[in-house]
């Protein structure tokens, strides 16, 4: 391989798709950290012979250090404080391999031209404009009022990439990615929850819309995504008026049925809008406690719905084609996470 095809940005991804730091990375290959640090930098490039030993130590064909990547996005992560550094920057990997793969050449007659719409929003944005967010882009994706049957398929439809994934730690069950021309969205498997998957599902489409690029890594942003997935979920004009006005176990039972929403986010919309009061809305919460519901709540909907187009084109003859120059370990962990 050429010094001059060499991608710097290529090199730390495969490294952290090992879950290995530069000293990790330095050790294997008897070489100082300075250098994988310079490498990684764009500093300097390494020879032909040190791309070999690379691809060999981090299982990657040589040519994947060739492909064109223009940058690392950090990604939308819940509770940064709490996810480890490590598992978020691996995740984020994965899910670059899943871009690399959805914008292969070979891909683009498989899988609809992403059409994500924009509705940025500043930092400060109240949840009354969000609300606003997620009526626009219901209407402008078409959906019929009421309850949104497929939350992924309609995701899928529209051009992102969704991969569901056992993420390995309790503090990360979904992120995003927000490329321009394929957003990547990954659900994590290790929670076998439909309402919580949609949820999650909704979260990360809210940061795909209202904050792109620009916004990540704030508290505020996660709290307008929390309120764009229950607003586009569960609109103010279709659901307020099926919401009781006490705590009523059995209607709420049979709305989580029919909105294919969790417990707890029914309670929090009825709060939100006002159909229950503030101490009725605690009463509810701490029976639940009480219960057993927080951990696993009553009226399971089933499996979590599956991301069809991404498993479609990696079992494709495009799909074989796309993967020659990616990391078979990984290509082959996606493939068996294919229901």
């Not at 990604?75 to 940064?80: D, I, T, W, Y």
């Amino acid at each position: 391989m050429s010094e001059r095809t060499f991608e710097s940005a290529r090199l730390r991804l495969a490294r952290e798709l090992r879950g290995w730091s530069q000293a990790e990375l330095a050790r294997q290959l008897a070489v100082t950290p300075a250098a994988i640090s310079q490498f990684e930098s764009g500093a300097t490039k390494p020879s032909a012979e040190t791309c070999e030993q690379l691809g060999r130590r981090l299982g990657v064909p040589v040519g994947f250090f060739s492909l064109a990547l223009t940058e690392i996005h950090e990604g939308f992560f819940r509770s940064l404080r709490r996810t480890a550094v490590a598992d978020r920057r691996k995740a984020r990997a994965v899910a670059h391999i899943a871009h690399d793969l959805a914008t292969h050449d070979s891909a683009l007659n498989v899988i609809p031209r992403a059409s994500i719409p924009e509705f940025p929003i500043s930092v400060s944005a109240e949840i009354g404009e969000v609300e606003e967010v997620a009526a626009q882009v219901r209407r402008q994706w078409q959906v019929i009022p009421g309850p949104v049957p497929e939350m992924v398929e309609l995701i899928e439809r529209h051009g992102a990439a969704v991969i569901r994934l056992p993420l390995g730690s309790a503090d990360v069950d979904a992120f995003s990615l927000p490329f321009d021309d394929r957003p990547v969205i990954v659900l994590g498997s290790d929670k076998n929850d439909r309402a919580r998957s949609r949820f999650d599902a909704s979260h990360e489409l809210g940061h795909l819309v209202m904050h792109g690029q620009r916004l990540y890594g704030l508290p505020e942003v996660e709290r307008q995504a929390h309120w764009f997935a229950a607003a586009f979920l569960m609109p103010r004009d279709d659901i307020y008026n099926e919401l009781p006005r006490r705590v009523d176990w059995p209607i709420l039972f049979d709305l989580k049925q029919k909105w294919k929403v969790s417990l707890a986010a029914l309670l929090m919309r009825a709060r939100t809008l006002g159909a229950l009061s503030e101490s009725n809305y605690l009463t509810a919460i701490k029976t639940a406690s009480a219960r057993g519901w927080r951990r696993v709540e009553p009226v399971p909907l089933g499996a979590p719905e599956r991301p069809r187009m991404l498993n479609s084109l990696m079992t494709s003859s495009a799909g074989q084609k796309a993967r020659i120059s990616l990391p078979h370990h990984i290509l082959d962990a996606l493939a068996a996470a294919i229901p």
